[in-house]
C-alpha cells in the first residue's frame, strides 16, 4: 500500500470538514428559504464525505486523521461572487476525488465495505 494514501485521506478529511463548516456559514447569509436549504443540502454531502473518509483513514491507520484548525474565512455580502469564487475549489475537489478513486482500487474490499 502507499505510504502517501493516509496522508492524501488526512488532507481530503481536513478539506472536506472546511467545506461543510463553510457551506454552514454560507447558509446563514442566504434570505430565500429554497437557496438556503440547497446550501445546506451541500453542507450535509460535505459532512458525509467527511466521515466517509475518516473511517476510511480509521480503517488503514487504526486512528483518528489529525485536522488542523478550520478557519473559515469571511464570506462577503454578493452572494454570485461567492458562488463563483467556490468553482475552482470544487472541481479541485473532484480531481482529488479521482486521485483517491485510483487508491481505492488498490485497497482490499473489506476495508471498502466496513467504511460504507
Not at 458525509?48 to 491507520?61: P, S
Not at 467556490?86 to 466496513?114: V, Y
Amino acid at each position: 500500500m502507499c505510504n502517501s494514501l493516509p496522508r492524501l485521506i488526512a488532507e481530503y478529511y481536513g478539506d472536506e470538514l472546511h467545506d461543510y463548516y463553510y457551506y454552514k456559514e454560507l447558509a446563514k447569509k442566504i434570505s430565500d428559504e429554497d437557496t438556503k436549504k440547497i446550501v445546506q443540502e451541500f453542507a450535509c454531502d460535505e459532512w458525509e464525505h467527511a466521515k466517509l473518509l475518516k473511517n476510511y483513514y480509521i480503517c488503514l491507520t487504526g486512528t483518528m486523521p489529525m485536522v488542523s484548525s478550520i478557519m473559515i474565512e469571511p464570506i462577503k455580502d454578493d452572494l454570485e461572487e461567492v458562488y463563483m469564487g467556490r468553482i475552482l475549489p470544487e472541481t479541485s475537489d473532484l480531481k482529488n476525488g479521482k486521485i483517491f478513486t485510483f487508491h481505492q482500487k488498490t485497497l482490499n474490499f473489506e476495508i471498502l465495505r466496513l467504511i460504507t
